[in-house]
């Protein structure tokens, strides 16, 4: 099974389970952009034991969250050090041509590693705990006023989809490549670049063909069932909302009020300084 956990949807009716898809993606897209008007450590601290209670509250263990991290910590470590080695600022600790490390440079790294992290986790709990089929509902019902434009909304949300529907099965069909192609001898993550690369060609080739001949496959089965583009379609879904979705309002509510309690203590001992 493929490690990386984001966009795997797991079975289950904990409280975010139960809440309406529409919340969930508006709340996250809203998160992460609350991440980046953070301006000091205790609001950091503040926004992860925020993602950790979501993730209990998710009925998911969090060793499935760290499984997830875990494809995906090099990127973010090395992200992390270019913020830090060319981030200058304050107190010097090392210099080396344009190369340097500062008090301001280490603090832009901790708020950059804590913003991958936590836009992670916090997509990763809206995936784990909302069906494909939901998740494209909401879009769905979100993106509607652009049929004021003319915008094709139904074909938009079923290609999306499809699309969420078949992330996972490549994913898992790119380990099965990977792991023939290991008991056939190849080694990944050996050799300079050309070589790693090439080695790339026997799982691009294969995962190619399988997902033309799947879309074939898919189309000729929309086209039997009479799908037909620009008919307008009613839905066998219908999302509501509960009075449970309007206590996470509440909650998002208290989130921001306790990012902009701990800028304004930032804001008052800098004026005081």
């Not at 009925?59 to 499984?67: I, P």
């Not at 139904?154 to 099965?176: C, G, H, Y």
């Not at 379609?233 to 306790?258: E, N, P």
Request: proline share 3%; aromatic share 14%; hydrophobic share 50%.
């Amino acid at each position: 099974m493929n490690k990386l956990i984001l966009g795997r949807y797991f079975p289950g009716e904990s409280y975010l389970h139960r809440l309406d898809p529409r919340l969930k993606l508006v709340a996250a897209l809203y998160f992460i952009g609350l991440l980046f008007f953070v301006e000091n450590g205790q609001g950091y601290i503040w926004l992860f034991l925020f993602t950790f209670l979501l993730m209990r509250l998710s009925g998911v263990s969090y060793s499935v969250y760290f499984k997830g991290i875990r494809p995906l910590i090099w990127l973010i470590l090395f992200a992390v050090m270019l913020r830090v080695m060319f981030t200058g600022g304050g107190t010097i600790y090392f210099s080396l041509g344009p190369i340097m490390i500062s008090r301001f440079g280490l603090l832009s790294g901790f708020y950059t590693f804590s913003r991958f992290i936590m836009i992670i986790l916090i997509s990763t709990i809206v995936t784990l705990t909302t069906k494909s089929i939901d998740l494209t509902d909401a879009i769905h019902a979100l993106v509607k006023p652009l049929r004021l434009m003319r915008i094709p909304v139904d074909d938009f949300a079923l290609m999306l989809s499809i699309s969420l529907r078949f992330v996972p099965n490549l994913l898992d069909e790119t380990q099965k490549v990977m792991d023939a192609q290991r008991a056939r001898g190849v080694v990944f993550g050996e050799g300079n670049l050309i070589e790693q690369m090439k080695k790339l060609v026997p799982i691009v080739l294969p995962l190619f063909v399988s997902s033309l001949k799947r879309a074939e496959e898919m189309a000729d089965v929309m086209e039997v069932k009479g799908y037909r583009s620009g008919v307008k379609r009613s839905s066998f879904r219908q999302l509501k909302w509960h009075l449970r979705d309007g206590v996470a309002i509440i909650c998002i509510i208290i989130l921001t009020l306790g990012v902009s309690f701990f800028n304004n203590i930032n804001f008052v001992l800098l004026f005081n300084i």
